[in-house]
């Protein structure tokens, strides 16, 4: 072999090595990366989820604990939406719908829905939305406060047929310009509850989700 094709061939043992070497940290940096975007966004559901329900009320893991449901006219998707389920020492106490308000202003609004065993609303908070800014935005907590007043309602309060805004003769406020808005928020809601009301063993019951869901805002 002559020192030229030696050198050719040394060349080429180096350029491997820093192929296998890159490679290598690549595949390390990707999966370092990868755990911390999946923790990064197991926080910050915990951190929606418990907007809606206080840690306190729970023992289980709700983030694992999950179902997913397919219910289009009560839950607003022709997808399956995630359920979280909270336990107390095994004992069924809430779940928090992501459900969805199909007929936003400006398309889906998709939510955040805490309701205990009773029946009883414990919050409601907004996943993500395009409505109009400084009119139907307004139902997001860092616009006003309109959606935190569905905290301990029911469909006893008020009764089913006042579960409109009031521009429909219902008791919830609408906003300035914009009732379609609110309309929809309010409508989600309550065919949330009148689902979790019919349905409620059955949600408890189903097995967990093998995968935990997608987290983060859509």
């Known amino acids: 072999m002559s020192e030229l094709q030696k050198n050719m061939v040394r060349s080429a043992i180096v350029l ?5 070497v890159g490679t290598a940290m690549v595949a390390f940096t990707y ?8 923790e990064n966004e197991r926080q910050s559901l915990l951190h929606s989820l418990h907007e809606v329900i206080s840690p306190d009320m729970y023992n289980n893991e709700i983030y694992t604990d999950t179902t997913r449901i397919l219910d289009p006219a009560l839950l607003g998707s022709d997808e399956p939406v995630t359920v979280y389920r909270a336990r107390k020492d095994n004992l069924p106490v809430a779940a928090v719908f992501a459900s969805i308000a199909p007929d936003g202003y400006n398309g889906t609004i998709k939510l955040l829905i805490g309701v205990d065993t009773h029946g009883t ?12 800014p400084g009119l139907g935005d307004a139902i997001e907590t ?33 906003f300035t310009g914009a009732t379609i808005t609110p309309r929809a928020v309010v409508k989600a809601i309550r065919n949330t509850l009148v689902y979790f009301k019919d349905h409620q063993a059955r949600v408890f019951a189903e097995e967990p989700t093998k995968k935990p869901p997608e987290t983060g805002k859509p």
């Open 16 to 20: 491997m090595l820093f192929a296998i």
């Open 31 to 38: 999966d370092a990366a990868r755990d911390r975007i999946a």
């Open 121 to 132: 609303l414990l919050g409601v908070r907004v996943l993500s939305q395009r409505e109009t």
């Open 142 to 174: 860092d616009r006003s406060d309109w959606i935190l007043g569905f905290r301990g309602k029911s469909l006893q309060d008020p009764d089913y047929k006042h579960w409109k805004v009031k521009k429909d003769g219902g008791v919830f406020d609408q």
